[in-house]
């Protein structure tokens, strides 16, 4: 029997096959936390009496999460990592560099075959570049800060697998809502959850970043995608270790399997209050929408800004619409693009490359009543920091029509 695309990085790793369910300890090739999670990892490093950090070099703290700085205490959190990283040498990207699962690809800290932790659920994102990547708790981190090594159980896979084409108004997003809506919340907890097939082959970075970024919505442990030519392209340049193409054995075991028509797949919608609760935007054309934000380590990346341009150019919102690019590269390029002044022009409200409104704690807080339409990855109750409000979660194109509109709207078929 094959491997899995899991099972051939952690025996990358171990030297040996490893088995699904067997416990194994590997090496970390790159660790992150950011402000939401760093003061407990720095409370949690400091009582176990550690006193340097095992490798200046792979340890990474952002400021992402409320950046800048909403207020005094928060202010002194941000001072708390300053400090830390000063005292032991490692990389700060401090307010303005953008979302944490942003910058370590950008900067080099993702590499196919490497193992990657980040006190943040959605660090399973840089699956997409063939690493096996995985958020953990902040005491977890403390240890791997102390250590370079982190213990892991063998994933179970799960195999998705889209063939065909996209239509012109259907994106990586759809697809990944979609594949929630079939596999539920929970369908792939602790598993890896492995795409595969044509349309995903065909993806850009920026799209397969989408898809793995999302795995943790079903409950899987990490999102995986072979590395290709198209991982290649992104990295060259950025990384210091050699360039490697890893993908699953033909005959690897899956424990379930998820068949996707993407030609069949049409713009779609999740619904308050759970992620897997799933329509298609036809179902709610028309109804009134309050807010708009465009953003998040899920959809701020450049492919999603220019999407958004491109049918903002020229037009103006009717309703209030927030852009945040994922980063200071992010915005640099879209600026070079004239992105950011088409977006501007239409009425948007540009902010600074982070979070922003996706976790509800500063910019753009809806308030009770409002519906909103949001490019980021969760929709329970409160998470935009008001519980009266229903977060709705759409690709950028279906949220950059809804804007133009000031409804759910259909997108048109864009080239």
Request: hydrophobic residues 40%.
């Amino acid at each position: 029997m094959g491997m899995t695309l899991a099972e051939k990085i952690i025996y990358m790793k171990l030297g040996r096959e490893p088995s699904p369910g067997e416990i194994v300890v590997l090496p970390i090739d790159a660790a992150m936390a950011h402000d939401g999670t760093a003061p407990l990892m720095i409370k949690s490093f400091n009582e176990m009496g550690a006193s340097r950090v095992w490798d200046m070099e792979k340890a990474i703290f952002v400021i992402d999460h409320i950046s800048p700085s909403s207020n005094e205490g928060t202010s002194a959190l941000h001072k708390m990592m300053r400090e830390f990283a000063r005292k032991h040498g490692i990389k700060l990207y401090d307010v303005g560099e953008g979302i944490c699962h942003q910058i370590l690809p950008e900067k080099g800290y993702v590499f196919p075959g490497g193992v990657v932790v980040g006190a943040d659920s959605h660090t399973c994102t840089h699956g997409a570049f063939a690493a096996f990547s995985t958020g953990i708790g902040s005491t977890d981190m403390a240890a791997v800060f102390a250590s370079g090594k982190l213990w892991f159980k063998v994933p179970e896979s799960i195999r998705i697998n889209i063939t065909g084409s996209f239509k012109g108004n259907v994106t990586s997003k759809d697809a990944i809502l979609h594949a929630i809506g079939e596999i539920k919340a929970d369908g792939a907890t602790y598993k890896s959850v492995e795409f595969m097939g044509e349309a995903v082959k065909n993806m850009s970075m920026d799209s397969r970043m989408v898809m793995t970024n999302m795995a943790i919505e079903m409950g899987g442990k990490t999102g995986l995608i072979a590395s290709d030519s198209t991982t290649r392209a992104f990295l060259e340049g950025r990384i210091k270790v050699p360039f490697r193409e890893i993908a699953a054995d033909n005959n690897a075991y899956y424990v379930d399997e998820l068949e996707i028509e993407a030609g069949k797949l049409e713009p779609m919608l999740s619904c308050p209050h759970q992620v897997d609760n799933v329509r298609a935007v036809s179902e709610l054309e028309g109804k009134p929408v309050d807010q708009v934000f465009i953003g998040s380590c899920t959809n701020g990346r450049l492919e999603d800004l220019r999407m958004v341009a491109k049918v903002l150019k020229g037009k103006s919102v009717k309703v209030r619409t927030i852009v945040m690019p994922a980063s200071k590269e992010v915005l640099l390029s879209a600026l070079r693009e004239e992105i950011i002044e088409d977006l501007v022009r239409a009425g948007c409200a540009v902010g600074v490359p982070g979070c922003g409104p996706c976790v509800g704690g500063h910019h753009g807080v809806p308030s009770p009543g409002d519906v909103v339409i949001s490019t980021t990855n969760r929709n329970f109750k409160g998470r935009m920091g008001c519980a009266e409000a229903e977060i709705y979660l759409a690709s950028p194109l279906t949220a950059a029509y809804s804007a133009l509109n000031g409804k759910f709207t259909v997108p048109e078929e864009v080239s």
